[in-house]
C-alpha cells in the first residue's frame, strides 16, 4: 500500500498543487477595514510583513489551467486590491494614492498603477494596470469586478472586509454592486435622473456588453430607471479611503 501511495504521488502532480488559501489576506482585512470600507493605515503597518508573505504566497502558486473562472477571478481580485493596501502602506501616510508616482518622483513612473510590483511565471512584473486590464478586465466578461477593485480612494467603491472567496464569489460581488448603487455619496439614482460615479464613464463599454447601461443598473437598483434617462457624472475623490 506505502508503494501504491508513492506511485500516485509521483503520477498525479495535481495531487500536490491545492490552491493557495486568502485566509490570511481574510484576517487582515476583518481586523482592518470596517464595515464601511475605511482602512486603518496607521495601525496596518504593525502587520505589514504579514500582507507582504501573503502577497508572496499568492506569487509562489498563480492560477493555473484546472482552477475554475471564479477561482482565478478570485485570485485576481485579493491579489489587486491586497497589492493596492500595500502600494499605500509603503508610502504612507499621504492624503491620495495619486501622491504615489511622479509626486513623490518615482523614476520612469508616472502614476501609481504603472508601478510593477508583482512577480510571476519566468520573472514576468505586472503592475496593478495590468492586473487589471490585461487580466481581469481581458479574460472575464464580469462587469461587477469595478465594485470590487479598490484603488484606495474615498470614491470608490468600499474595500470589503473579508477576502473574495471562489464559493460565494458571485453573492459577494452582486452585494458589493447593491451597495456601491445605494451609497448617496457615489450614486444618485432616480427613475428620470442619473447622476452617477465616473467609473460609469470610464467603463462605460464594460457595462454595455449585454444591453444599454440602463438595463445593467436595473438589475441592481432598488429604483427602476427609465431607458431615456438623463445621466451625469459626479466628480471623483481620490482622498484616501482612511477611517475617520
Same mark, same amino acid.
Given at each position: ?8 504521488? /509521483? ?92 509626486? $513623490?518622483?518615482?523614476?520612469? $513612473? ?20 495590468? $492586473?487589471?486590464?490585461?487580466? $481581469? ?15 484606495? /480612494? ?20 452582486? /452585494?458589493?454592486?447593491?451597495? +456601491?448603487? /445605494? ?16 467609473? +460609469? ?5 464594460? +457595462? ?7 438595463? +445593467? ?28
Amino acid at each position: 500500500m506505502k508503494n501504491l501511495i508513492v506511485a500516485l504521488i /509521483a503520477f498525479s502532480p495535481l495531487l500536490l498543487q491545492a490552491q493557495p488559501t486568502h485566509k490570511d489576506f481574510d484576517s487582515l482585512l476583518k481586523k482592518y477595514v470596517d464595515a464601511q470600507g475605511g482602512v486603518n493605515y496607521k495601525a496596518f503597518k504593525a502587520d505589514e510583513v504579514a500582507l507582504n508573505d501573503y502577497l508572496v504566497s499568492m506569487m509562489i502558486e498563480p492560477p493555473t489551467s484546472d482552477w475554475n473562472n471564479d477561482e482565478k477571478l478570485t485570485y485576481w481580485i485579493n491579489v489587486y486590491n491586497a497589492l493596492t493596501i500595500q502600494l499605500i502602506l509603503k508610502y504612507y501616510p499621504i492624503k491620495s494614492i495619486k501622491d504615489i508616482g511622479s509626486a $513623490i518622483q518615482i523614476p520612469y $513612473i508616472n502614476t501609481p498603477w504603472d508601478i510593477e510590483c508583482f512577480e510571476i511565471e519566468d520573472g514576468k512584473e505586472l503592475s496593478l494596470n495590468d $492586473i487589471e486590464h490585461g487580466i $481581469i478586465r481581458k479574460h472575464f466578461e464580469e462587469p461587477r469586478i469595478h465594485f470590487a477593485l479598490v484603488c484606495a /480612494a474615498k470614491s470608490c467603491p468600499k474595500l470589503l472586509n473579508e477576502a473574495y472567496d471562489a464559493t460565494k464569489l458571485d453573492a459577494q460581488l452582486t /452585494a458589493q454592486t447593491k451597495a +456601491f448603487l /445605494a451609497n448617496l455619496n457615489k450614486n444618485k439614482i432616480s427613475n428620470d435622473r442619473l447622476e452617477l460615479s465616473k467609473l +460609469f464613464s470610464w467603463y462605460g463599454g464594460d +457595462f454595455r456588453k449585454n444591453g444599454t447601461l440602463v438595463d +445593467f443598473l436595473n438589475q441592481y437598483s432598488s429604483t427602476k430607471i427609465n431607458q431615456k434617462t438623463k445621466t451625469s457624472f459626479m466628480d471623483y475623490d481620490w482622498g484616501l479611503n482612511e477611517q475617520k
